[in-house]
């Protein structure tokens, strides 16, 4: 029984060093990008595109850029005599962008890049609110992986993707995306997942508080690495796009009732981006230029018209068309 229990222990070790060596050169090989892991999105997102434009512009953001009906394709309408490369990928933010954006520049030799950001999660998808007490322990050991092992976070969205290729239309029947009105028990999981976390990461998001320093410190690296691969003769533009919950009181209420804790909700509404303040006092304006869409979004955003999905927190057509009215004067300059 000794002998048993000895083989099964040392098989164990063996399975673990192997997987432990298996995940650390996966890890390397995707830091490096000895191979383009993101190579699928950047064709899917950018096809037939001419290989002689004049003018380029490169895009690095997530789903908000990433959406059939983002800003992005709008631009692409309204000046198509420039190449708009996009390279956003869903569910990433800056750890991911540091990775491929000295790649990304190098084969798209842009005159202009934007770097889309979001105020929804990009701070706590930099290290995810671990909480043993409320979540399950799985989850809690992904966060965990993850904040440590980005590849894993990336085989994840490579699985989600196949998942979603093999749904069903009755299962796209429940996207949030498709209902009309909102509901707590048909709102966003990923939403309700960081609230069940920490009920007060939005507060902490907007509000630049508490135990975000670290993040904070993070993204500023990310944003420095960025602009250190881009060309010195190239714009940096840095887009904030803010939470439905600083546009407009009735997205506030929804995101309480979801559970969402904001101690001072003046200094929340009124905050108009501190962590933008700490950005914009980081870095010089000659380098890069940050735009703040929330006021023309608050303008336009209606109860009867609204600019984000009912049950998830993402921009809708008509936010993006919104974004598109405010972001394509600011960055005409560069495109005519």
């Known amino acids: 029984m ?30 490096y990008q000895w191979i383009d892991f993101y190579k699928t999105e950047f064709n899917a997102l950018n096809q037939n595109m001419p290989s002689d434009c004049q003018k380029r512009i490169l895009v690095f953001g997530d789903s908000f850029s990433a959406q059939q009906e983002s800003y992005v394709n709008l631009l692409r309408e309204t000046h198509p005599e420039t190449c708009i490369y996009n390279a956003a990928v869903p569910g990433t933010g800056i750890m991911q962008t540091r990775i491929i954006a000295k790649s990304r520049i190098e084969k798209v030799h842009p005159q202009m890049v934007i770097y889309q950001m979001y105020l929804g999660n990009d701070l706590i998808d930099i290290h995810h609110p671990i909480n043993w007490a409320k979540l399950n322990p799985m989850r809690n050991l992904y966060w965990w992986l993850s904040d440590r092992f980005r590849v894993v976070a990336h085989l994840n969205h490579k699985l989600g993707q196949l998942s979603h290729a093999a749904a069903s239309d009755i299962d796209n029947a429940h996207d949030p995306k498709n209902e009309a009105s909102f509901s707590v028990d048909k709102y966003s999981s990923r939403t309700k997942l960081y609230l069940k976390s920490d009920s007060k990461y939005l507060d902490k998001s907007v509000r630049a508080l508490e135990d975000y320093d670290r993040r904070i410190q993070k993204l500023l690296e990310g944003i420095e690495y960025l602009r250190s691969v881009t060309p010195k003769t190239c714009p940096l533009v840095v887009l904030m796009i803010p939470h439905c919950t600083q546009v407009n009181d009735h997205y506030f209420e929804q995101y309480q009732s979801l559970g969402a804790k904001f101690p001072d909700k003046s200094s929340y509404m009124t905050a108009e981006y501190d962590l933008l303040a700490q950005l914009r006092s980081h870095f010089s304006d000659d380098d890069i230029t940050f735009i703040n869409p929330l006021p023309s979004l608050r303008k336009h955003d209606l109860v009867e018209k609204p600019l984000y999905y009912a049950n998830d927190p993402h921009l809708n057509a008509n936010g993006h068309k919104v974004l598109h009215h405010f972001f394509a004067p600011i960055i005409k300059p560069y495109i005519e």
Request: charged letters at 20%; glycine letters at 4%.
């Open 2 to 31: 000794k002998k048993i229990g000895k083989h099964i222990l040392k098989t164990l070790n063996y399975v673990f060093v192997v997987s432990l060596s298996v995940l650390c050169l996966m890890e390397i090989a995707y830091r």
